[in-house]
C-alpha cells in the first residue's frame, strides 16, 4: 500500500513542471493551497489542493492523469481547469480531501 499524499509531499515541488501522460501540454505547480477547516483536526489528512498554470492556447481538457515531475516522480491525479481571469494563462486545480 503507498502512502497518503500530504500538502508536503507537494511543496518541494512549486515551480516544477508536471507532464501529463497523453497530453502534450506540461503545467507549472504554482501553489500548495492549504486551508485549515473546524472539525478535520483529526482526520488522517487535512485538506490541501494544487494550483497549476499552463498557457491559455492549449487546455488540458478534465480527467484522471498520470502526471510525471521534472522526469522523475510520478503521481496519478485528477486534474480540473478553472475559471480564470487572465489572458495570458489558464489554471487548474487538484483537490485532495
Given at each position: 500500500m503507498t502512502a497518503?499524499?500530504?500538502?508536503?509531499?507537494f511543496v518541494p515541488l512549486i515551480g516544477k513542471a508536471f507532464q501529463?501522460?497523453?497530453?502534450?501540454?506540461s503545467l507549472t505547480l504554482v501553489k500548495v493551497d492549504t486551508p485549515t477547516f473546524a472539525g478535520w483536526e483529526s482526520a488522517p489528512r487535512?485538506?490541501?489542493?494544487?494550483l497549476l498554470r499552463g498557457?491559455?492556447?492549449?487546455?488540458?481538457?478534465?480527467?484522471?492523469?498520470?502526471?510525471?515531475?521534472?522526469?522523475?516522480?510520478a503521481f496519478e491525479l485528477?486534474?480540473?481547469?478553472?475559471?480564470?481571469?487572465?489572458?495570458a494563462y489558464q489554471d487548474y486545480q487538484i483537490a485532495f480531501n
Open positions: 497518503t499524499l500530504c500538502a508536503d509531499d501529463p501522460d497523453s497530453h502534450p501540454q487535512q485538506p490541501f489542493s494544487l498557457p491559455r492556447d492549449v487546455l488540458v481538457p478534465e480527467g484522471l492523469y498520470r502526471f510525471t515531475v521534472d522526469g522523475a516522480q485528477y486534474l480540473v481547469p478553472v475559471q480564470t481571469h487572465s489572458r
